[in-house]
């Protein structure tokens, strides 16, 4: 039965809709790979009565004929997702036994859509980290292994890009706000799209930075993202910056024909000190859309180098304010109190332990950065060189360019632990080509392009105009289909 | 800009984490390390840029102005680490 749990999405629900299988049976087999699969701490809430209650609902309406396009696809939530009574803590102590009462917008157009929750994910606590090294359920582990060494899975969506490159669950949901689904899929040779922002709402999920964070699909195949974020997507009177605009068919813009399309090849992407094997995959993925009829160009995005500092002066402020609910009354953690402690050591208390070290950091800069006599110097700051960076993009697409293909990290995935003594600056580094894409609000996809000398999977990464998530889907599939990339874990968990 | 020690504690203090006395030069350390990479930011020209409010032009949507949702007070204390007679309770506030 375990064949079924690597089925695409598209592959199962053609299977289902022939009566090839059913919704039960991959939901079985899913369950089944999640139990052996406890090593690499993925799934760190497993719902397999919600599961399979959900299943034969599905089979129930695909047997009536009603089957849309996810109907009975087993899915794997991101923690940072709140979904009704069933434990969502956003991979942080502080959180510790929350089970909301409500559940997220993206995941109640996934159950109306008929798609089945396995369970709940790991990530990053808070999604602040690039290794799921930050989580309170422990470390996330990639399933490439070419050494003794357990690799990360790359983070904050760790969890979700090891669940679905480990055939645990057919595709997964994730959240991005400076690569947080791009670099896990480049890392676990997956395919994950941030949208443009606004295109799916926020609604119900835990926020870190409301002017960046967008939830997207992490699936095997491009095909798949396409059905996957067409569910996901769509406005949202709960969400106020959610687009009320309609959401296109994004499968049916998978034509394969790109001729005439304009990509661009962004000079400051060019790192110093990038390895050559990510400099030479980039030119391989340039050539491939040449050969199937695009134009390639060089292009300038002159503010590339400012956006890492930018991002991280903007996110930490945007998180100091959403963490400030974390207070230890309405819910999570509360520290226990000494005689004569009051309401602010409560405050206090209750955050220094519920918070890692990590959101503790960033909450800390945050704060900084928006107190009086600061806020001009870096908040402002940062916010005018985010219009610039936003502007060079402007600029490329006003010449024409239809998108622009970069690296999707600076390097394969790395061993858990080997940043330890890193400097947080360093961590920050992963997010060097992503970072841009959200503070622009544009729409990114990573595809697995090929495997560096060690034999793990590298990605390259598509951004594209506001909005054209079906045009960027398409080029992403044409890279897709001239990579090849086929290579899988070998299983040793 | 670097920060020390007792803008360290500072600023623990207005994030309400409390910080050990002993941790604070470490923390104080890796503070200025990140405002040390912000300071990059200071080379951008950035006069007439106006900071940006929304990454997407658009226009807040506005909705009625009336009540739609609420009822339920369990449901809002379900998960409250001290709940009592339908409220959430906390350490005494007013002297």
Known sequence: ?493 | MSIDIDTARRVAHLARIAVAEDDLPALAGQLSGILTFMEQLNEVDVSDVEPMTSVTPMRLKRREDVVTDGGYPEKILANAPDAREGFFAVPKVVE
């Open chain 1, 1 to 493: 039965m375990s064949e079924l749990s690597k089925l695409t999405l598209a592959e199962a629900r053609d299977a289902l809709r022939k009566g090839e299988t059913s919704a039960v049976a991959l939901t079985e087999a899913c369950l089944s790979e999640i139990e052996g699969a406890a090593r690499l701490n993925a799934f760190v809430h497993v719902a397999p009565e919600i599961a399979l209650d959900q299943a034969r609902a599905a089979d129930a309406r695909i047997a009536a004929g009603d089957a849309p396009a996810m109907c009975g696809m087993p899915l794997g939530i991101k923690d940072l997702f709140c979904t009704r009574g069933v434990p969502s803590q956003a991979a942080s102590h502080i959180l510790n036994g929350f089970r909301p009462e409500y559940e997220s917008t993206v995941t109640q157009k996934l159950w109306d859509a008929g798609a089945v929750m396995l369970g709940k994910l790991n990530m990053d606590e808070f999604a602040m980290g690039s290794s799921n090294e930050t989580s309170t359920y422990g470390n996330a582990v990639n399933p490439w292994k070419v050494d003794d060494r357990d690799l990360t899975p790359g983070g904050s969506s760790g969890g979700s890009a090891a669940a679905v490159a480990a055939d645990l669950c057919l595709a997964a949901t994730g959240t991005d706000t400076g690569g947080s689904i791009r670099q896990p899929a480049a890392f676990t040779g997956i395919v994950g799209i941030k949208p443009t922002y606004g295109r799916v709402s926020r609604w119900g999920i835990v926020a870190f930075a409301s002017s960046l964070d967008q939830a997207g699909p992490m699936t095997r195949t491009v095909r798949d993202a396409a059905i996957m974020l067409g569910a996901m997507a769509g406005h949202d009177p709960k969400d106020s910056t959610s687009a009320d605009i309609p959401v296109p068919d994004f499968e049916a813009a998978l034509t394969g024909d790109i001729r005439g399309k304009t990509i661009g090849i962004p000079s400051e992407y060019r790192m110093a000190g990038m390895p050559a094997e990510i400099e030479a995959l980039w030119s391989r993925g340039a050539e491939m859309l040449k050969d199937a009829g695009a134009r390639i160009v060089d292009i300038s995005l002159p503010h590339t180098k400012y956006a890492l500092p930018a991002y991280y002066v903007i996110a930490p402020a945007e998180a100091s304010s959403n963490l400030a609910r974390y207070d230890g009354v309405r819910y999570g953690h509360r520290a226990k109190l000494a005689e004569g402690d009051g309401i602010v050591q409560m405050y206090e208390k209750t955050r220094a332990e519920g918070f890692g070290k990590e959101v503790q950091r960033r909450v800390m800069i945050g704060t900084y950065v928006l107190s009086a006599g600061f806020y001009d110097a870096y908040y402002n700051r940062a916010r005018k060189v985010r219009a610039l960076i936003k502007r060079d993009f402007d600029e490329m697409f006003a010449q024409g360019v239809d998108a622009i293909l970069t690296p999707a990290t600076p390097s394969a995935a790395f061993g858990l632990g080997e940043m330890q003594d890193a400097d947080p600056v360093e961590m920050y580094l992963n997010d060097v080509f992503t970072v841009t894409v959200n503070l622009a609000g544009l729409p990114g996809i990573s595809v697995p392009a090929g495997l560096d000398a060690q034999g793990l999977p590298l990605g390259l990464q598509l951004i594209g105009r506001p909005w054209e998530e079906g045009d960027l889907l398409n080029t992403a599939q044409v890279l897709e289909d001239a990579a090849g990339f086929v290579s899988r874990p070998a299983k040793w968990w």
